[in-house]
């Protein structure tokens, strides 16, 4: 099985490499993403292998299936960059479903705590051999609430962190869990009485910008936001005002919903054309990281192991898993359906 993997990041290379050992797959690393410029790339391959920010589009799709590549593996959860419409019939896609939800809930905590205790600028000034406290006054966790939007994997060990601080978790979740020691309250409950509210829920039409003028109105005055889960749920203008009229204390973002052309790249020497990314990273009281919570060894490994399963297990066994498939035309309802190959 000959795999052609787009948008290699350095950090992607060791897992993937042990992955292979002893087995009959052998990986080309290119750089360069997948898109209609980059495809013929994939030319006498069986597979690529892709990840968030790589294009495959109608004309990418015939490209592929035109130089005769059957399988399309996704090294993440997400698959809002494939059309998987399209390529039903001609190319089977399969993704990573979870890798490791103690990666994300575990840099939540540390960007929360981060900016509630100005670690981010007490770094600078000490390289600065300057320890001078004023302005660092933070405030303890230790009885605050959180109010946790989604309590799927992620927000359920986000929420086990939290108590262990000792701090009173609140959830909104279409679906509640039971048993999951949360106290469910309505969306507009949770932001009335949350001093951090964190989003864990994926970025569907009815979550599209959920943070917005309205909620922020509701919300306590000095709440801090953290977003670790997709950009579009908050509407970053609002967000922006909210932080400009000293209603919000502080955010920290993971994620942002312009990141597309900007995230993964090291753009220091560039001019940042995004004035309100810009004016984000300007304030004192925002920390952003570049889509990077899920970047630990564990998650790395889990990522490239259930890739290279997901490969032998299409090519060898003929079906998958963790297939995702336009058959029944909703992509979860097909994967829950099947029992063998859709095409
Ligand atoms: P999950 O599928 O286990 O949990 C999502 C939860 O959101 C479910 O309990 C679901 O019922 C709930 N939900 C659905 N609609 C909702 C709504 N309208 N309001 C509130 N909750 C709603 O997903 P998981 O693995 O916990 O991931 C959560 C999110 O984290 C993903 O959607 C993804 O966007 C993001 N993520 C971010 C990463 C990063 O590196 N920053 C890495 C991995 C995931």
């Given at each position: ?10 950090y ?10 002893n087995?009959?797959?052998t990986?080309?690393?290119?750089e ?8 013929q ?23 592929l ?37 103690y ?7 540390a ?10 600028k ?11 406290l ?33 701090m ?31 989003l ?30 997709r ?7 609002s ?5 400009k ?33 810009a ?10 990281t ?8 564990e ?6 192991q ?10 060898i066994?003929?079906?998958c ?5 336009y ?17």
């Open positions: 099985m000959r795999v052609a993997f787009f948008d290699t990041k350095p992607d290379i060791p897992g993937f490499e042990r992955s292979i050992e087995k009959d797959i990986i080309k690393f290119y360069a993403k997948l898109c209609p410029d980059t495809v790339l994939a030319e006498g391959y069986d597979a690529v292998c892709i990840f968030v920010n790589d294009t495959v589009n109608k004309e990418v799709i015939d490209k299936h035109g130089y005769g590549v059957k399988l399309i593996a996704l090294r993440c959860a997400g698959y809002n960059n494939v059309d998987i419409k399209y390529c039903y019939g001609k190319i089977h896609v399969v993704h990573v479903p979870e890798y490791s939800p990666a994300v809930a575990e840099h939540t905590m960007m929360l705590l981060a900016l509630v205790r100005r670690i981010h007490a770094y600078n000034r000490t390289r600065e051999f300057n320890f001078s004023n302005g660092f006054t933070g405030f303890d966790l230790h009885g605050k609430t959180v109010g946790i939007i989604g309590t799927g994997k992620i927000g359920c060990v986000f929420g086990d962190i939290c108590r262990g601080f000792g009173r978790t609140v959830a909104y979740d279409p679906f509640p869990r039971g048993n999951a020691g949360f106290e469910y309250l309505s969306l507009n409950e949770l932001f009335e009485q949350s001093d951090i509210i964190s864990h829920c994926p970025l569907i039409a009815e979550t599209k910008h959920m943070i917005d003028e309205q909620a922020i109105a509701r919300m306590k005055k000095g709440v801090i936001i953290i977003n670790t889960s950009g579009g749920l908050i509407d970053t203008e967000l922006i005002k909210g932080i009229e000293r209603k919000i204390g502080g955010a920290c973002l993971d994620v942002y919903e312009e990141e597309g052309d900007i995230f993964f790249n090291d753009l220091s020497g560039h001019i940042m054309d995004d004035d309100t990314l004016r984000l990273i300007s304030m004192p009281n925002v920390i952003v570049g889509h990077q919570a899920f970047l630990t060894e998650a790395l490994n889990n990522i490239a259930t890739t290279v399963n997901n490969i032998i297990s299409f090519f066994n003929g079906t898993e963790n297939e995702l498939c058959r029944c035309g909703k992509v979860e309802r097909c994967k829950y359906t099947r029992d063998k190959k859709c095409f």
